[in-house]
């Protein structure tokens, strides 16, 4: 199985700040590569998707980048709404992992 | 737009099986995988496993023995049963919706459903 390792677990920050969370995957998974945002009580909503695509409706504060094993998910100037825990994803192979998660906490 | 609506008992007691429903709406059930995901109180998700709408399936390694996914076109649902519960599969379980080709994400979730394992 590919493991999928987040870095932090957590952090705090403040609104405008410009956050970055890391993942790194135990094998190379070119840019199989998604990334989630999930609020208390929510199901996870996805963000970014091959690695650096926004979905359709996600605020253009957010970005991906990477391939191979390192890969980034920026917000740019962090809003309110944004405080959420963030879950790395990879779709390379079966069986599918997640992350451990980021929580994103308010300083 | 696409829903998905988890149904099922929210208490089971273990060694039972645990039984799932997610009924699809807004969209027909041919053309993507659906997939079950769960995730234990205050930890990450794990995949379960998904099924195409003609029965074809793919299950975590880590469950495999215990788990049934199957699919109803017919009413637009697909089903999870998970057989020798025990505390340990105490989660929120989420049904989802996911590609078949290139690039593959969960776009349309379910809301979510908590199943507590206990006598």
């Known amino acids: 199985d590919i493991q999928m390792t987040q870095s932090p677990s957590s952090l705090s920050a403040s609104v405008g700040d410009r956050v970055t969370i890391t993942c790194r995957a135990s094998q190379s998974i070119s840019t199989y590569l998604n990334w989630y945002q999930q609020k208390p009580g929510k199901a996870p909503n996805l963000l970014i998707y091959?690695?650096?695509s926004l979905q359709s409706g996600v605020p253009s504060r957010f970005s991906g980048s990477g391939s191979g094993t390192d890969f980034t998910l920026t917000i740019s100037s962090l809003q309110p709404e944004d405080f959420a825990t963030y879950y790395c994803q990879h779709t390379y192979n079966t069986p599918l992992t997640f992350g451990g998660g980021t929580k994103v906490e308010i300083k | 737009q696409v829903q998905l609506q988890e149904s099922g008992p929210g208490l089971v007691k273990p060694s039972e099986t645990l039984s799932l429903t997610c009924t699809v709406s807004g969209g027909s059930i041919s053309s993507y995988y659906w997939s079950w995901i769960r995730q234990p109180p205050g930890k990450a998700l794990e995949w379960i496993g998904y099924i195409y709408y003609n029965g074809n399936t793919n299950y975590n390694p880590s469950l495999k023995s215990r788990v049934t996914i199957s699919v109803d076109t017919s009413k637009n649902q697909f089903s999870l049963r998970l057989s020798s519960v025990t505390a340990a599969d105490t989660a929120v379980y989420y049904c989802?919706?996911?590609?078949?080709?290139?690039?593959?994400?969960?776009?349309?979730w379910g809301q979510g459903t908590l199943v507590t394992v206990s006598s």
């Open positions: 091959a690695a650096s």
């Open positions: 989802a919706r996911y590609s078949v080709s290139y690039p593959y994400y969960f776009d349309y």
